[in-house]
């Protein structure tokens, strides 16, 4: 991603398992067939991106609108 958009200057690129508290990649299936440590990396990157987007939507203040 980051050669294809000239690198990230605004901070805007991050992997799913930044919104975790391990960080890294999501584990890969193909080379260690343990399809419940890529579901649980999913699973909990999402959780912490869902919980990110709602703080995020807290500090927006709505009645400026």
């Known amino acids: 991603m980051l050669r294809m958009t000239d690198g990230d200057t605004e901070g805007k690129i991050r992997k799913l398992m930044d919104y975790t508290a391990r960080g890294g990649d999501v584990a890969d299936p193909w080379y260690t067939a343990e399809f419940g440590v890529?579901?649980?990396?999913?699973?909990?990157?999402?959780?912490?991106?869902?919980?990110?987007?709602?703080?995020?939507?807290?500090?927006?203040?709505?009645?400026?609108?």
């Open 38 to 65: 890529t579901y649980r990396d999913i699973h909990d990157g999402c959780a912490g991106l869902q919980e990110a987007m709602l703080q995020e939507d807290r500090k927006f203040d709505y009645a400026d609108m």
